[in-house]
């Protein structure tokens, strides 16, 4: 019943910026969402982002540290992902998670430790 609204994906070169961003829809009561992962086709879906709701603290894959960006709205309850300097190696379908608390824990980057998903958000960049 709860669903996560994802947008902001889209086809661009390399080096270009893209800002994605997830929303809760529906019941929004009891869903936090925190993290993002992606997917690329043959691979397993991957940790890229998190952010602790008590303090804003945020954590990073080592393949994007230094040019993606975690962001929250505690207000709208939405998630961001600010993505500069993309590379090829970026193209995957983006998927935002949530959680039924806000409260952390030290599996944030365990896709089964996560309640709710999005649809998913197709990130495309071309060399």
């Known amino acids: 019943q709860v669903q996560l609204v994802e947008s902001g994906g889209g086809l661009v070169q390399a080096g270009a910026s893209l800002r994605l961003s997830c929303a809760a829809s529906g019941r929004i009561i009891n869903t936090y969402p925190m993290a993002w992962f992606r997917q690329a086709p043959g691979k397993e879906r991957e940790f890229v982002a998190a952010?602790?709701?008590?303090?804003?603290?945020?954590y990073y894959a080592d393949s994007v540290k230094g040019r993606f960006t975690i962001s929250r709205d505690n207000a709208k309850n939405t998630l961001y992902l600010q993505m500069n300097s993309l590379k090829p190696e970026d193209t995957a379908v983006y998927y935002c998670?949530?959680?039924?608390?806000?409260?952390?824990?030290?599996?944030?980057?365990?896709?089964?430790?996560?309640?709710?998903w999005g649809q998913g958000t197709q990130v495309t960049v071309s060399s």
């Open positions: 952010i602790r709701w008590s303090d804003g603290n945020t």
């Open positions: 998670a949530a959680k039924r608390s806000p409260w952390w824990s030290d599996s944030y980057y365990r896709p089964s430790y996560y309640d709710y």
